[in-house]
Each structure stands twice: as C-alpha cells, then as structure tokens.
C-alpha cells in the first residue's frame, strides 16, 4: 500500500492537492476536517462535538479523532492505499496511527509536508472565506488561534516522520500545478 501523509499548516493546499494525488494514484483521501464538517452539516452527536472545538480554531479531543480515523480505514476493503489529510496533528495521534496500521500489517510510506510562509497562509485563508464559508477561515483572531496550534502541537508531528526517515519537505509556493509536479516527482521517487 501507499499511505502518504500529506501535511502542513491551515492554508498549505492539502486538500486541494489530495485531490490531484487520489486521481492519480487511486488512492482513498482521508481529511478528519472534511469528516467533521460533514457531521456538523447533518448535525451528528460528532459534530456538535467537533464544532464547539473548530469554530474556536482549536483541536477536537484525540481520543475523538483517532477513533473516527480507525473506523474510516477500516471502511475500505483493500484500498491502494490512504492519503491522511489533517491527521496526525498530535505526536499521540501520529503514534495510535502507527500502533493502528501495523495491526492491520500496513504502515505510512511516506510524510510529504508542505512548507508555506504564515503571510501567505493568512492571505490564501482569508481568501478561502469568500468561497468555502467556513467559520473558522473568515476571523483573523480565530486563524492566528489555528496557525498558533499548528505551531505549538502540530509542527512536532515532522520529527514523529524524520525519526523514521519518512519526512520530505516540499515547497508549498508557487501555482498549484508546480507544487503538484513536485508532490508526483517526490512520489515517483519512492
Ligand atoms: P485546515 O488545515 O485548513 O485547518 P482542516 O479541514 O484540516 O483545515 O481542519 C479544520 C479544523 O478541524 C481544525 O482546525 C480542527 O479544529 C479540526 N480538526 C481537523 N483534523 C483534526 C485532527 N486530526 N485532530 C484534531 N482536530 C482536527
């Protein structure tokens, strides 16, 4: 199996590059964000759950997360392989997804991480606002909250990676094509 994270502050492309990845190398996308919104629209225990932590820019608990992500993988039947969008974003959720994939005799191949300056992530968010109508993308505060989390307990997921030589860095400037033809070069290079 191929099991990428893709990963990255909020406003580095992930989902939008996902996209591309699972065209061309038929995997499953995997994006807790995606999952939580879509139990907030249809209004799920889950999600009144989730939305009391996103709209405040702060992350849902781990025990929530980590479940949910288990019982997502567990809904394909012999997949390709996964493209974990927004998960792990805590070294204890990087390490239940480890314990979890080698019991079902799988690991991650690889973590490719986005690298994008935070300017450029305030502009590219406040922008999303206008289309996507995401509460947690139109609030200057709340995404100054989102990029300080990212900071503080997300950023140390890479070392989870480079510990075990998986982490590759890519440059997550430039048009959306260039950073898709460095995504596919890194892939193709595995
Ligand atoms: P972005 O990367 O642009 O912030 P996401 O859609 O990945 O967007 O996440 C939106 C929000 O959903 C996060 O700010 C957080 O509150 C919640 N969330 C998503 N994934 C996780 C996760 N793995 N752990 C905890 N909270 C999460």
Do not use: C, W
Request: aromatic share 6%.
């Amino acid at each position: 199996m191929l099991n990428i994270v893709l990963f990255g502050p909020p406003g580095a492309g992930k989902g939008t590059q996902s996209e591309r990845l699972i065209d061309k190398y038929g995997l499953v996308h995997l994006s807790t964000g995606d999952i939580f919104r879509s139990n907030i629209k249809r209004e799920t225990e889950l999600g009144v759950l989730a939305k009391s932590f996103m709209n405040k820019g702060q992350l849902v608990p781990d025990s929530v997360t980590i479940d949910l992500l288990r019982a997502e993988v567990l809904k394909h039947d012999e997949p390709k392989g996964f493209i974990f969008d927004g998960f792990p974003r805590t070294n204890a959720q990087a390490q239940a997804l480890d314990e979890f994939l080698s019991s079902i005799h799988t690991s991650i191949t690889v973590m490719l991480s986005l690298e994008v300056d935070e300017d450029e992530l305030k502009k590219r968010l406040l922008n999303r606002a206008g289309v996507s109508g995401r509460a947690d993308d139109a609030d200057p505060d709340i995404i100054d909250n989102r990029i300080a989390v990212y900071n503080k307990e997300t950023a140390p997921v890479k070392s989870f990676y480079e510990k075990q030589d998986k982490l590759i860095a890519i440059a997550g400037m430039g048009s959306v094509d260039e950073i898709t033809e460095r995504l596919f070069v890194s892939i193709n290079a595995i």
